[in-house]
């Protein structure tokens, strides 16, 4: 049964992550955003202690005049990310194409489109301000904008440059020059389009590219992000792949930042201003409860193999893998017990993060545990700190409960593997 189902999932589920993992669109994405690590985590930093529930700390850092300082690094970051992102997607995307040479300068031209559609003016009557452009898209309504400019721009770019419809410098003049040049005829065409569509949106009733694409998607894109079966899906998706040794991450990292991210955003975003948080699923979700301890959910595993292995093979890799798995690094595990195409544990490599994420969904509806922050946490968090950046105590509290639950899970499947090691041992030895 079990060799059916492999031969079935390899003709279908790997041809079609094949595919996945080598779109140039979600690998533009995916590596648009891991760029901005440093901004996200700054911001999600400074979010963190403006937030911070505590009367006294709040009463401290206004008495000293921490608040609003604190607050303008959110504004910077968090508050801007789209400005980030547009330059990040545009530059990654233009890395895979004829123009990777040029692929700041796409960044660049990119930005430069993203604004453009942005009409000047803040304000109404007296206090309007003519020159001033509205930073309100800047932040996490304007994701989708810069996703899908960071995506078109680059094509566009590169149809000049394939077609060597740009200005060449003899030889001789510096490459930077030489670069700047070439980019005048692609920037300058892109430029007319973008303005162009500008004033066709204006003929609508949105107003504004930005209110056309958030108008249109955030209805369709938030009902499947506010769904659990979506979540479900991108968790079962990504745990197949791993178990038939593909990197399930590099496939569904680029639809959880398209559709979590958003309203990760807008969750840092309520929580720097000590507002309630709006959106129960974000991407925030993955790490800290659905995927605790990497791909399979395996923290309960190492815990099994480092306290209760009888095998000198798990003996061993029950002390290489604990601290890793605190971290959520799986690989040690995924592929040294290892977990890959390994019948065995099948089933609680799916059934691990599905049961995490089910029941922390279920107290989270009920409201045991509390929403999410928002925070992008980097891998390597610890548990339990995971758990405090993200939700506070309760949410650490539970990442304990969650390792319990998962030891359940693999237990009396590890104890299988760990018998046949421990007789191929003293087979050996005989």
Known sequence: MMEKFQAIMEKTLIPLSGKLSSSKILRAISGGFSSLLPVVMVGAIASLLSGFSFEPYQNLIAAVGLKPLIAAVTNYTTNMMALYAVFSIGKAMADQLECKGQSVLVGITTLAAFLMVIPLGVGEGETAVASA????????????????????????????????????????????????????????????????????????SFGTLNDLIYGLLRAPLGALSASPITFVILLVFCNLLWFFGIHGGMVTMAFLSMLYMTPALENLEAYAAGEALPNLLTNTWWFTFAQLGGSGGIIGLAVCMFLLAKSERYKTLGKIAI??????????????????????????????????????????????????????????????MAGFLAGGWQAALWQVVLVALQFAIYFPFFRIVDKQALAEEQSAKA
């Open 323 to 384: 601290l890793p798995a605190l971290c959520s690094i799986s690989e040690p595990i995924v592929f040294g017990l290892p977990l890959v195409l390994n019948p065995l544990m099948f089933v609680p490599m799916l059934l691990s993060p599905l049961a995490c994420f089910l029941s922390s969904y279920l107290l989270t509806v009920v409201g045991i545990l509390p929403y999410l922050n928002g925070i992008q946490l980097s891998t390597g968090t610890p548990v339990i």
């Open 133 to 204: 452009i509205s930073t309100t898209y800047f932040g996490a309504p304007g994701l989708f904008t810069a996703m899908i400019l960071g995506v078109i721009i680059p094509y566009i770019y590169n149809i000049f440059v394939k077609h060597n419809i740009v200005i060449k410098m003899p030889d001789g003049v510096p490459p930077q020059i030489a670069n700047g040049f070439s980019a005048i005829i692609p920037a300058a065409s892109i430029t007319v389009v973008v303005m162009a569509i500008r004033q066709l949106c204006t003929l609508t």
